[in-house]
């Protein structure tokens, strides 16, 4: 079992930044592929970014976040984080982390814990 806890939520304007921090209860985090969703309002839940067990690359983004977001993670704190520059209100969303045990993917259904999310609002 894998508790996770998201962070680092809040209200920016369009063109700031924020980092979203996922800490991880398992002492066996570094065995888990990680990656961050997020769901829109009105909208599905849909992948962000995902990075290796080890942290090595490559590293995946959706492409909406490509050159904007970055992903990365620190074993030795069980946390995983999302750097996000230049935001626009369409980043709008409550943002999830995930683990998955077994597949490094960016579908949703094959990742085994979620955290409880951290909205971030984008003001224009």
């Known amino acids: 079992q894998v508790q996770l806890a998201e962070s680092g939520g809040g209200l920016v304007q369009a063109g700031g930044s924020l980092r979203l921090s996922c800490a991880a209860s398992?002492?066996?985090?570094?065995?888990?592929?990680m990656a961050w969703f997020r769901r829109a309002p009105g909208k599905e839940r849909e992948f962000v970014a995902r990075i290796t067990r080890s942290g090595v690359t490559p590293y995946y983004y959706a492409d909406s976040v490509k050159d904007r977001f970055t992903i990365s993670r620190d074993n030795a704190k069980n946390a995983v984080y999302l750097q996000m520059n230049n935001l626009k209100p369409e980043d709008t969303a409550v943002y999830y982390c995930a683990a998955s045990r077994l597949y490094y993917t960016d579908h949703d259904e094959h990742y085994d814990y979620w955290g409880q999310g951290t909205q971030v609002t984008v003001s224009s």
């Open positions: 398992a002492g066996t985090f570094r065995n888990y592929f």
